[in-house]
Nanobody
Framework: QVQLVESGGGSVQAGGSLRLSCASS????????MGWYRQAPGKQRELVAT???????NHADSVKGRFTISRENAKNTAYLQMNSLKPEDTAVYYC?????????WGQGTQVTVSS
């Protein structure tokens, strides 16, 4: 059974930082592309960042220079370091694992940024 478990969300003031973690089980973590997505109330889910099995990263323009995705294959865990948070970053953040046509999602973790 595949499980992706996010942690590290919470409430923070604008300008603050949070680090999200995504612990995986039931998949060969090292061969999956890992991603973080977010969904704000009333909006569609959007891509935040991805990291390939080779460590190549892609960040949405809205978070470039502020957020950094990384992975630690030995711990089957992906991370999202979020700095200089803004109120518009408020959303539920979801972890994603993908390989070919297979894709898996975590349950999400709430991030709330107050001004």
């Amino acid at each position: 059974q595949v499980q992706l478990v996010e942690s590290g969300g919470g409430s923070v003031q604008a300008g603050g930082s949070l680090r999200l973690s995504c612990a995986s089980s039931g998949i060969i973590f090292s061969i999956h592309t890992m991603g973080w997505y977010r969904q704000a109330p009333g909006k569609q889910r959007e891509l935040v960042a991805t990291i390939s099995m080779f460590g190549n990263t892609n960040h949405a323009d809205s978070v470039k220079g502020r957020f950094t995705i990384s992975r630690e294959n030995a711990k089957n865990t992906a991370y999202l370091q979020m700095n200089s948070l803004k109120p518009e970053d408020t959303a539920v953040y979801y972890c994603n694992a993908q390989r070919g046509t297979f894709t898996y999602w975590g349950q999400g973790t709430q991030v709330t940024v107050s001004s």
